[in-house]
């Protein structure tokens, strides 16, 4: 499922740049926010993908949680809301660094349990 997406984004849009005579524009708001998200969200996929750890309750919140997040981001910067602002920093000065040290956490423990399995 992953895989099929990322071959159908990287498909489009290679094929949109090959076919495009002037290549394909990528919004600044795409460049500076979205893109850095859904990296983020990909590297949180590691220990699930590489590890053959199943994706629990309390990382399914989490995920649930960014996905919910991105939405309302996405719908609020779309309006123009007044909070938009607002939640863009938070996002990217509390729940982006919260998430980046979760996931250096969880790469540790992943790499320590494969060197002394139980």
Request: hydrophobic letters at 65%; proline letters at 4%; one cysteine or more.
């Given at each position: 499922?992953?895989?099929?997406?990322?071959?159908?984004?990287?498909?489009?849009?290679?094929?949109?740049?090959?076919?495009?005579?002037?290549?394909?524009?990528?919004?600044k708001?795409?460049?500076?926010?979205?893109?850095?998200?859904?990296?983020?969200?990909?590297?949180?996929?590691?220990?699930?993908?590489?590890?053959?750890?199943?994706?629990?309750?309390?990382?399914?919140?989490?995920?649930?949680?960014?996905?919910?997040?991105?939405?309302?981001?996405?719908?609020?910067?779309?309006?123009?809301?007044?909070?938009?602002?607002?939640?863009?920093?938070?996002?990217?000065?509390?729940?982006?660094?919260?998430a980046?040290?979760?996931?250096?956490?969880?790469?540790?423990?992943?790499?320590?349990?494969?060197?002394?399995?139980?």
């Amino acid at each position: 499922m992953v895989g099929s997406n990322i071959f159908n984004i990287l498909t489009v849009l290679g094929i949109s740049s090959i076919v495009a005579p002037a290549g394909v524009d990528v919004a600044k708001a795409a460049l500076d926010f979205d893109m850095l998200f859904m990296i983020a969200v990909a590297l949180a996929c590691f220990p699930v993908f590489f590890h053959g750890y199943k994706i629990g309750r309390i990382s399914g919140f989490f995920f649930l949680a960014f996905y919910v997040a991105y939405v309302v981001y996405l719908i609020l910067g779309a309006q123009g809301h007044a909070a938009f602002p607002a939640l863009r920093q938070v996002l990217l000065h509390y729940v982006a660094p919260a998430a980046g040290v979760a996931l250096l956490i969880l790469l540790v423990r992943a790499f320590l349990k494969q060197k002394n399995p139980a």
